[in-house]
């Protein structure tokens, strides 16, 4: 297993899953899905780590052209600037 650490103001954020079914019950196909704009935190840098603003665990929503995406071991992270982030979700 391939183990990541951000350098500098970074974190690793896993996306959240969008859900396939509005709640009247219409399955939205994936081509029509955005992404979703809320994940959680995987792994920060040590600079992250010495501000303690974001924890790994955290859950976080970003902004909507941020980041670089990146594929572990078949799942899809994505790495963002400190600063991409918006807020923490609670």
């Known amino acids: 297993m391939a183990t990541f650490k951000p350098l500098g103001q970074r974190v690793l954020v896993k996306r959240e899953e969008e859900t ?25 840098s040590s600079e992250v780590e010495e501000d303690g603003e974001v924890k790994v665990g955290d859950r976080v929503m970003f902004a909507k052209y941020s980041g670089t995406e990146l594929t572990l071991d078949g799942k899809e992270y994505l790495v963002l600037n400190i600063d991409d982030i918006l807020g923490i979700l609670s």
């Open 20 to 44: 396939s079914k509005t709640e009247s019950g219409i399955i939205i196909p994936d081509n029509a899905k955005e992404k979703p704009l809320v994940g959680k935190v995987e792994a920060i």
